[in-house]
């Protein structure tokens, strides 16, 4: 039991509770961490971006019963110092046909609609 | 006791200098996807600047910045860059700053627009090795108009400290603030255009003086 016993100079604590002001770095950490989440923005643009494609894919495919569906998804950066953009690749089906789109929103009333090669 | 007052110091007034000119940039940034998917996570940033003076009468800065960035996520990114910018105030002998800078930036788009906030040390190298660290603070608003969402406000605010005294950087303590305040015009998602007024209020290197720049600033920004 000798080494509980040692002289070795206490160990880094790096958020010691008894100590004021020790924990100041916490709440910016916690901050931090939330900030970096990217689920907002992707959830709340989802369905304005599902309805472009859907609008595009009924006229592009012919069939005014099209359905789609969101295959992936990710924000992305468009010109710098700028907005993020809500990015989705969408699968539409209907009539026999298929087609996919890049729908690209910054808010739930701005789209840009492409169709892409699957 | 005439002499003693004459003996006490007093500071003269600061003077305060105005100028017009302008300043104009292009930014480009994108990830580097392209060169290999592996590397997607990996941004490029380059950036030119032209600077001018003296009523508009003289070119007096460039400068060429190119930064490699790592994305911590689509919001948040680490940076380490170099700027190269070639001087020529007027009546004075031509000088080139070399600055390399790590940087933090994070982009929060809201319900009311987005905010940016750009973190960075500059490491200033003057002339020799006598080197001057100078952080930097910019906040950034973005807010789309409701009538047009390509129009925007865009408004920030970039404050410059000196961290320590240096010959030719001069002495620590405030350094410059930049403030904007103008316009902007989304031609697709990777190209918008920015026009507006910036002042730019910088102090001498005693800390005594201070210059007021009125700029007329204009910003290409392209993304890929």
Redo the contacts between chains.
């Keep these: 039991m000798d080494h509980l016993r040692s002289n070795s100079p206490d160990p880094v604590v790096w958020c010691d509770s008894r100590r004021r002001g020790r924990c100041w770095w916490l709440p910016l950490l916690a901050l931090?961490a939330g900030?970096?989440?990217?689920g907002t923005?992707l959830e709340e643009n989802a369905a304005v971006a599902l309805r472009s494609a859907r609008f595009q894919a009924r006229q592009d495919l012919d069939c005014p019963g099209a359905v789609v569906n969101v295959l992936s998804e990710?924000?992305?950066?468009?010109?710098?110092?700028?907005?993020?953009?809500s990015d989705y690749r969408i699968r539409a089906e209907g009539c026999g046909s298929t087609a996919f789109y890049d729908v690209?929103c910054?808010?739930e009333?701005?789209c840009?609609v492409k169709r892409v090669q699957p | 006791m005439g002499g003693l007052l004459a003996a006490v110091s007093v500071p003269a007034a600061a003077e305060v200098t105005t100028t017009w000119g302008s300043w104009a940039q292009v930014?480009?940034?994108g990830n580097l996807g392209f060169v290999d998917p592996r590397l997607e996570k990996f941004r490029l940033?380059l950036e030119g600047q032209g600077r001018w003076n003296e009523d508009w009468q003289h070119f007096y800065q460039g400068v060429v910045r190119a930064a490699l960035g790592y994305s911590?996520?689509?919001?948040?990114t680490l940076w380490v860059g170099y700027n190269f910018v070639p001087t020529q105030l007027q009546g004075r002998p031509y000088f080139a700053i070399q600055e390399l800078w790590p940087g933090f930036r994070?982009?929060?788009?809201t319900d009311f627009g987005?905010f940016?906030f750009r973190t960075m040390l500059d490491v200033n190298f003057i002339r020799g090795d006598d080197v001057r660290f100078r952080p930097r603070q910019m906040f950034?608003y973005?807010h789309?108009f409701e009538f047009d969402?390509?129009f925007s406000l865009v408004v920030w605010d970039e404050v410059f400290v000196r961290v320590n005294t240096t010959e030719w950087g001069g002495k620590a303590g405030f350094d410059q603030n930049r403030a904007f305040v103008g316009f902007?015009w989304?031609f697709?998602?990777?190209?918008?255009a920015e026009l507006g007024y910036m002042n730019q209020y910088v102090e001498d290197r005693d800390l005594l003086n201070e210059t007021d720049n009125n700029l007329i600033m204009g910003s290409l920004?392209?993304?890929w």
């Design positions: 931090s900030c970096v989440s990217d923005l990710k924000e992305v950066p468009g010109a710098p110092w700028g907005y993020l953009y690209e910054r808010d009333s701005l840009d | 930014v480009g940034e940033w911590l996520s689509d919001r948040a994070y982009i929060l788009p987005v940016m950034r973005l789309p969402k390509r902007g989304s697709t998602p990777e190209l918008r920004f392209v993304g």
